[in-house]
């Protein structure tokens, strides 16, 4: 088992910036793939928003973030990071961190994730 531990979440205004983080209980070949995906209010499904392969180091991003958000990984220390810039009301979600076999897998609708985290509150003020 993989247990994936998210922070950093908090209320900004828009135009501001936050980093989320997850800390990963371990590595393993079911969680070579992390990422993050959002669940905004009101809405049924989470939806993608960034990817990175421990592997690789390849990201992918839903056209949504891209140019905003970074996704990034900490070899050392098994976390994950998601620096948001430029945020907007749109952004406002509970933020999950989440982990597969492969960056397919996270990007897939539905994603074939393997593990979950808790979540984590990001608000945006207008």
């Known amino acids: 088992q993989v247990q994936l531990v998210e922070s950093g979440g908090g209320l900004v205004q828009a135009g501001g910036s936050l980093r989320l983080s997850c800390a990963a209980s371990?590595?393993?070949?079911?969680?070579?793939?992390m990422g993050w995906f959002r669940q905004a209010p009101g809405k049924e499904r989470r939806e993608f928003v960034a990817a990175i392969s421990w592997i690789s180091g390849s990201t992918s991003y839903a056209g949504s973030v891209k140019g905003r958000f970074t996704i990034s990984r900490d070899d050392a220390t098994n976390a994950l990071y998601l620096q948001m810039n430029s945020l907007t009301p749109e952004d406002t979600a509970v933020y999950y961190c989440?982990?597969?076999?492969?960056?397919?897998?996270?990007?897939?609708?539905?994603?074939?994730?393997?593990?979950w985290g808790q979540g984590t509150q990001v608000t945006v003020s207008s």
């Open positions: 989440a982990a597969a076999a492969f960056i397919s897998s996270l990007t897939s609708i539905p994603p074939r994730t393997n593990y």
């Open positions: 371990r590595r393993s070949s079911a969680s070579n793939a």
